[in-house]
């Protein structure tokens, strides 16, 4: 039996940053996510995001990829929340996702961070926190 625990904190945003997710929207769709996460076998501990994006920290298992991951949870949801009408507009994400990998002495504190995303973005904007996280984790931005 092959043992695997790579905690990973991803985050996608709405095509073109649109703020899309309005607040009595976004709470059913993180739900769903969630729920249809552990359906498909992915060991999701929390979503949660603000208007145009989404966080969410999960566990890979030694037979999953990134790459899948966020596959299975892009894709689903947005389907899923198009064919159930949840707005006037179509939802689209973005093709690019930031995913980092986390200690276990930071779960807690990633947790607390997703949970708190509406407190947090009432100080920070979106723009703000993508630079941050550009820099915290010294991701190289390419252009073109």
């Known amino acids: 039996m092959s043992y695997v625990k790579i905690w990973i904190h991803a985050v996608w945003t709405v095509k073109n940053r649109k703020p899309l997710l309005n607040q009595n929207i976004r709470q059913e769709l993180f739900n769903h996510i969630h729920k249809n996460a552990i359906k498909k076998d992915i060991l999701m501990e929390i979503v949660s995001g603000h208007n145009n994006h989404v966080h969410c920290l999960f566990r890979l298992k030694n037979n999953q990829s990134i790459e899948n991951v966020m596959q299975l949870i892009k894709g689903e949801s947005s389907y899923w929340f198009n064919k159930n009408n949840l707005s006037q507009l179509k939802l689209y994400w973005q093709k690019e996702y930031f995913a980092v990998s986390i200690s276990d002495s930071q779960v807690i504190s990633v947790k607390n961070y997703i949970e ?28 073109g």
């Open 116 to 143: 708190k995303q509406e407190d947090h973005h009432k100080k920070r904007t979106w723009e703000e926190e993508y630079n941050e996280f550009i820099s915290k984790y010294h991701f190289q931005v390419f252009n």
